[in-house]
């Protein structure tokens, strides 16, 4: 079982520091995250951990141990951890809609951003397109697909459901 040691106390994660490190190393995005220092890649990989089993997860996937054998979640958790690391603050303001209108005067900025999976969802769409599909009970996620005709009947052969998603 994974797990990271910061100030003489130990965590248990889905991954370990270096693995993150491997992963992330072929990263274009992960500039952040190879700056850091061990104690900060500890904590983003901690809060991680805590953000994923925070959710809901299907039968299959309710314990940690269950996750944990799943290379998904422990990509997803690296994942979350590079965002953390890169801004502290992402949790909070992950999927906040922008401000749509700034007016001074005859001077005016309108900017919108409508509602779309980073607003609908318990993870970055990064995130959600590597667990997603096993969030449980009214977790809103990334993909799914119905079709009907008149008769408001599915014409698809498997149950796409919003949590199973097409991928």
């Known amino acids: 079982m994974p797990t990271v040691t910061i100030g003489g106390n130990t965590y248990t994660t889905y991954s370990t520091v270096t693995d993150a490190d ?3 190393g072929g990263s274009t995005t992960a500039d952040a995250w190879r700056a850091a220092d061990a104690d ?18 299907v039968d299959a996937y309710s314990t940690f141990d269950l996750r944990l054998a799943n290379p998904a979640f422990i990509n997803a958790c690296i994942e979350l951890a590079a965002l953390l690391v890169d801004d502290a603050d992402f949790r909070t303001t992950f999927g906040q809609v922008q401000q749509k209108r ?5 001077v005016e900025i309108e ?9 609908d969802t318990a993870f970055p769409s990064n995130v959600m397109l ?4 096993y969030l ?4 809103p996620a990334f993909g ?3 079709t009907f ?6 014409t698809l052969d498997e149950g796409y459901g919003f949590n199973r998603g097409i991928f």
């Open 22 to 24: 491997i992963y992330l």
């Open 40 to 57: 900060t890649k500890a904590r983003g990989l901690v809060s991680a951990t805590r953000w994923i089993d925070e959710q809901s997860w």
């Open 102 to 106: 700034i007016k001074a005067g005859s």
């Open 111 to 119: 900017n919108f951003r409508g509602t779309t999976v980073q607003t």
């Open 130 to 133: 590597l667990i997603g599909q």
């Open 136 to 139: 449980a009970g009214s977790e």
């Open 144 to 146: 799914g697909a119905i």
């Open 149 to 154: 005709g008149t008769c408001r009947e599915t």
